[in-house]
């Protein structure tokens, strides 16, 4: 149990009222990498977003590194806040701010670190995904792959032992795709982080995914979970095998 | 000098370190020993790999040696993952400058509102021909979105139009009203909100609401869309954004401040009322004097200067929108742009107005 950096119990999740998923129980383990997979529109952004708390949940509880995100004091809630870094599906970065700026900010906002241990941080998180060089660039002036690499910069910035990633491979050529695969291996390797990552590509699933779990549009729930190798081999569910061979689908 | 790492070597830990010790680090000299200690290291974060880092940038600036304790290899692990001599350049990634000098900012405030003015009548420009072409194919017109615009424009403007013109009317009263009541002339009042209203405040008024509300909300608008790359989509659909976005909008703007105008020039005459009404002058008397001071010349210049204005509005507001950059810092610089802009054409033009009438004698 010790192992456990996040635990979702019984979680129904919606808006305003409208279930979109419901008995949904997994747990996260330390320095693993997560996936959470299925079809466009199962609700696995809708997962990533009432796990982190942006939205209430409907039931059920969600704990990082043994906090509860919603349902506990405003403290508790800080604690969970701080145990986790999360990136977008558009990266997400500040228009306004260089890439070194924006790694910069949670350090400000957090932290009492005089500045020149601010900026070699942020510099330093930078070199860690390959930008460095690009630490002046502003977002608009950089690639989409470059993008992605600078939101996890900063949502390294704090060193969480948790990051989630809502679709990193969205809109990213496979070499790009690939190099990004490849950071995250190495980060999990080096920093001991922990991965949870929203995606339904297929190859970052197989490059990367220790465990999954796959939603379901229709039931509304997970319908396996597991090793995805082992799951597309030894699936009982037709619907999971079928998702993880595109090409039988097609033939 | 020993540097001792402490057991949990985080955030929390690491500050006071480089606040009372990174100083004294600073001072070493070539030839001494720095001694940096992380046996009893049990945690670690990457404000400790950053103080192990910059240990290292100022032994090879100023030449003194790094000796380690490092059973935990929490050092060695760090020296693995970075290495400390790409980030010995402190300068390479500084920001330019910004120039601060008084003149230069007067020259540069300058350039940009002349750029201003010249991309507003380039894009008029762009409008009139997009204008032409509609003329030849009307159906290429948006008639459903420029409804929408008109009612956006126009009708969701009423009560704060109303609002701002019926207190015009009641402070213009107020003050002549007061003046005026000393020699005894104070009905005349009713001539001088009814002249000043129809020939130059009711449109200026308006216009500056409109520039404010609906100006605004057009640069945002389209700098959105720009962000989103659907100008981009409608370019390479071969739809002009100017016959498509623009269009729509600038005849809106234009078409809605003229009523707005005359709604503005009344709800400022019912305020007047109200002031002379206080003062005793019959409802009858005062309405005979509006009604007499109001001229067709009048009336046509107001309207004429509404027009205008409508057109400048949202010409101001389309330009800077389609012309904004591609963040969300931008838009809101464009929504604010577009304001500005809007309020300098407004009173140039209501300058050029003023003379050429004082010329025409009109």
Redesign the interface.
Known sequence: MNDTVIEVKDLVAGYEGRVILKDISFAVRKGETFIVLGGSGCGKSTLLKHMIGLHPLLAGEVRILGHRIQGGGVAEREAAMRSFGVTYQSGALFGNMTLLENVCLPLESFTDLPSDARRLIAEMKLELVGLKPFANYFPTDVSGGMKKRAAIARAMALDPQVLLLDEPSAGLDPVTSAELDRLILRLRDTHGISFVIVTHELASIFAIGDRCIMLDAETRTIIAEGNPTELRDTSPLEKVRTFFNPAARQG | MTLNLPEIC??DS??PL??QRMPEVGKLKAGEVLILDADSVKRY???A???I??VHRCAAAQGFSVEYRDATSVIA?TLK??NPA??SDHTA???PPRNTHTVVQVGEAAVRIWRDIVDVLAFLGEVVTSGLSFLVRPGRLRLRDTMLCIERAGMDALPIVALIGFLIGLILAFLSGSSMRQFGVEVYVADLISIGLFREMGALITAIILAGRTGSAFAAELGTMKVNEEIDALTTLSLPPVLFLALPRVLAAAFVLPFLSIFAVFMGLFGGFVVLWMMDIPAITYWQHVFNAITVNNVLIGLTKALTFGLLVGLSGCSHGLHA??????VGQAATASVVGSLVLITIFDGIFSVLLFILDI
């Not at chain 2, 950059?325 to 931008?330: C, G, I, M, V, Y």
């Open positions: 985080t955030v690491v500050t480089w606040k974060d990457g404000s790999e950053a103080l880092i910059e692990k993952i970075f790409v980030f990634y500084d920001l950059k591609r963040s969300a810092d931008a």
